[in-house]
């Protein structure tokens, strides 16, 4: 596996793209989420990044070493990333969820990492309710493993999840509702168009 810094397919605005990420990304995702909160005179600034960091994800895949290295964390299990929420929005999903809501779409990056132990400390003492999103890993598929000691793996933005199972965990203080979810195909090939999507905030990594 050539780790992202080590890629020679990738241009020098792609890679600046990818610090940035590493660096803030939470920022750019409130800028996705609603455009409009960012002052017209930095909104070139941040287009130019977003078409780089399209660029550099849309470039990259998961290959075998790096799904390896996630079912190495995950003690040989399964490959799966992780991503959280508490509060309000939890609540919003798990509502939708319960109304019959199968796909759900985020205008922002998706990071998620492999580490569902982060996931959870980070949402166990938040407020409830909560939820541990878990998504499968599979060789091939259109992703960015950034790595680091969460084994980050970002996904698209506008990436359509389909929820397969839902099931209930037990935190620290408490319980999580655990969502299993899987990618849907690219629009434009069918599939379940009840979709939830917009502003939601995730715990467990930034964004």
Known sequence: MVFWAERRDLSNREMDAIREWIRSGHGVNVYLRDPGQLPPEYRTGMRAYVRA????????RLDRESVDRIRAVQGGRAPQVFR??????????????????????????????????????CIWSAA????????????????????????????????????????????????ATLVRMGREPAEGQG?????????????????
């Open 128 to 175: 409830e309710p909560r939820v541990v999103f878990a998504v499968p890993c599979t060789v091939g598929e259109t992703a960015l493993y950034i790595g680091g000691s969460d084994h980050e793996v970002i996904f698209p933005r506008n990436t359509a999840w389909r929820v397969r199972s839902t099931e209930e965990i037990v935190l620290a203080d408490g319980v």
């Open 53 to 60: 960091l399209d660029s550099a994800i849309y470039r990259s």
């Open 84 to 121: 959280g929420m508490a509060g309000p929005d939890a609540g919003a999903v798990l509502e939708r969820v319960r109304t019959g809501v199968e796909r759900f779409r985020d205008a922002g990056y998706q990071p998620f990492t492999a580490r569902r132990d982060v996931v959870t400390e």
């Open 191 to 207: 599939g379940e168009r009840r979709t939830a999507g917009g502003g939601v905030r995730w715990a467990g990594v930034k964004g």
